[in-house]
């Protein structure tokens, strides 16, 4: 099952608790001192794609199934984590079991919150993190190449790995992230066998002050805006405090609060969003009396392995995909008229799925 997991990190008092709140409605204890948050936390909720909605009022479906997003939040980090310092290890290791990392930092001043280095600096922040990640790979490189060059001796097969991780630890020392290495698609391939945090691609969220609503920018989020172009990351500003106000409010009431600040969806959607795309992640849909749901898989999906995510069997037995895009759905209200229309094709087993196709599998 393709489900999307994303470590929340940041250094502590920078918003992070505060986030998860609003993100799983989740009342967890955010205090104004670090390590409030020991265990990691893990809330999941719903993407929402208003799509869901309009077709399960088309097939009078009796529920709607969203693809989700999990968020771990992971404890404050800090200078020193990855020898142990604080409650490092252990923290490292929640974040290496999610696919992608979800990097908050503080982008707005106030003397009420202290600032774990004494003053407001994203990059910094940013860097002290990218820091501890690297280090932490390092030691896991040094540690398994040691191993892997005894065994070596004898299994000649294991010479490739020896000299991608020597190529690995190169890099590291030289404080760069290992998602900025050039491999060749078999070092890739090795490199999918280790839990490396550097590896993983990595989304910034900007917490700003209530003041910046609604344009969300200010010097400090341009700051953050540049260095993530230069490596290729995508930034996401936020306002925590106003996130978490928003998530104690019911749909209607949580609406008309956006609009009276100027916007038109909340943050939490606007990062679901993001770490979604950010994955390459896509949906099919699937709609009929029983449910409307969505499915997640990656783009370049085939109709067969897609049908896999729904039963093993159907993946195994696969006949026909019967494809409708959703603007077709909706053009011609619904799968009979859009047949009609001509617009329903038959997919084989190759078929590559498009976001937002409304299939229906036939299969043995």
Known sequence: MTHLSCAIVGLPN???????????????????FPFCTIDPNIGTINLIDPRLKVLSEMSKSQKIIYATVSFVDVAGLVKGASQGEGLGNQFLSHIRETNAIVQVVRCFEDSDIIHVAGKVDPLQDIEVIGLELILADLQMVENTLSRIEKQAKTKKELIPTVEFLKKATEHLNQNLPLRFLTLTPEEEAIAKLYPFLTKKKMLYVCNVAETDLPSMENPLVQKVREYAEKEGSKVVPICAK??????RLDEKDSKEFLESLGLQESGLDRLSREAFSLLGLITYITTGEIETRAWTIKKGTTAAEAAGEIHSDIEKGFIRAEVVSYEDMIRYKGRVGAKEAGKARSEGREYTVKDGDVILFFHN
């Open 242 to 247: 106003i996130e978490e106000e928003i998530s």
């Open 14 to 32: 920078v918003g992070k608790s505060t986030l998860f709140n609003a993100l799983t409605r989740k009342q967890i204890p955010s205090e104004n």
